[in-house]
């Protein structure tokens, strides 16, 4: 014989997985706040869902850039800055050719690597550096390739954000384990 969760008594249940007696107000009154909790669990999740199928590409893109910049910072983690070549005081996740104009290589791991905060945000990412000691890291054939794609159009659709974003989520936790 099962104990009720309020009251602690042993009660014979009158259905299946029942957790209460309902002998007394207080068991009926737990009960309902039980309900209540399990009801609030069920739209929380609904919410999540329907949250996530209202997401704009612009916001997916946001998201996923967030965490590919992550993924590089970790993946490049103890290097020097690209450009300066020095230690990194803040760790950037610079792009070679801009995120904002060339779409088809904003999540390409050749166009993005370790770059300090001073040569990103404030020497625009200092490109002259940058660009020699990319061709050094990658070499000449894969940066033609590189620039061969970075001048072609291209639209990312939610389904290829959510997998690019899933993608790049596993590769973080295979480097953190």
């Known amino acids: 014989m099962p104990r009720c969760k309020s009251c602690k008594e042993k009660f014979e249940p009158k259905v299946f997985n029942q957790k209460f007696c309902m002998e007394n107000l207080d068991c009926?009154?737990?009960f309902r706040q039980w309900v209540n909790k399990q009801k609030q669990k069920e739209w929380n999740k609904e919410k999540k869902v329907r949250k996530e199928a209202?997401?704009?590409?612009?916001?997916?893109v946001l998201e996923t850039q967030k965490t590919f910049n992550e993924f590089i910072r970790l993946r490049d983690k103890g290097?020097?800055?690209i450009s300066c070549n020095k230690p990194p005081k803040k760790e950037n996740a610079g792009h070679y050719f801009n995120a904002n104009n060339h779409w088809n290589v904003r999540f390409d791991e050749d166009n993005v690597h370790l770059q300090c905060e001073h040569c990103n945000s404030y020497l625009s990412g200092n490109l002259i550096p940058y660009r020699e000691n990319l061709i050094k890291k990658i070499g000449r054939k894969r940066f033609d390739?590189?620039?061969?794609i970075a001048y072609k159009t291209r639209k990312f659709t939610r389904e290829e954000l959510r997998e690019i974003k899933d993608y790049y989520k596993n590769k973080i936790r295979e480097i953190k384990n």
């Open 54 to 60: 209202l997401k704009t590409v612009q916001e997916l």
């Open 145 to 148: 390739a590189l620039s061969a």
């Open 28 to 30: 009926i009154a737990e």
């Open 79 to 81: 290097l020097n800055c």
